[in-house]
T-cell receptor, first 109, second 111 residues
């Protein structure tokens, strides 16, 4: 089993739609969690950290479920500029980050 | 100016050649990392360093070596490049358990 698993997509949605991505992780001792965004052939950039209580940043909401070992990202009112690959990232407690392979999102007019 | 820079940005080389990829950062972070990214495989850690005297192997260190010349510089070397080392290489930095900041990447092609 992979340490971090994501549905690769692509998710094709129209502008204005709400879309959700899930990610599961295998190490129950994992300490911190992130969502990164990566545009084609560009470097990954932090979108948001994920906290136990859940957190929101504008149109983006992240949730963590430690009991089920999954993380979610909800994007409301999708924009064309949201088209990218979203990477689920987990710190398993060994001072390194483990990256999922990413979920690709395509937002169309 | 970018906080994390990588040189070269693109490189085409031949099998058996030695090649060095360089990374510099102005963020003042102690921790630096080298990753490679391949389609469908995501980012995989090659080597990482938590300070100038510290070097650690990642999950795919075979065929690579690194040098941490200073807090701000971390180089990745391929002593004898082979075609399956063709990939996109990223350098990253971080402070403790915080987010990692990535350089723009080096696209390496080994013929």
């Amino acid at each position: 089993r992979k340490e971090v698993e994501q549905d690769p997509g692509p998710f094709n949605v129209p502008e204005g739609a709400t879309v959700a991505f899930n990610c599961t992780y295998s190490n129950s001792a994992s300490q911190s969690f992130f969502w990164y965004r990566q545009d084609c052939r560009k470097e990954p950039k932090l979108l948001m950290s994920v906290y136990s209580s859940g957190n929101e940043d504008g149109r983006f909401t992240a949730q963590l479920n430690r009991a089920s070992q999954y993380i979610s990202l909800l994007i409301r009112d999708s924009k064309l500029s949201d088209s990218a690959t979203y990477l689920c990232v987990v710190n398993p407690g060994f001072q390194k980050l483990v990256f999922g392979t990413g979920t690709r999102l395509l937002v169309s007019p | 100016d970018a906080d994390v820079t990588q040189t070269p940005r693109n490189r085409i080389t031949k099998t058996g050649k030695r090649i060095m990829l360089e990374c510099s950062q102005t963020k003042g972070h102690d921790r630096m990392y080298w990753y490679r990214q391949d389609p469908g495989l995501g980012l995989r850690l090659i080597y990482y360093s938590f300070d100038v005297k510290d070097i650690n192997k990642g999950e795919i260190s075979d065929g690579y070596s690194v040098s941490r010349q200073a807090q701000a510089k971390f180089s990745l070397s391929l002593e004898s490049a082979i075609p399956n080392q063709t990939a996109l290489y990223f350098c990253a930095t971080s402070a403790q358990y915080n987010e990692q900041f990535f350089g723009p990447g080096t696209r390496l092609t080994v013929l």
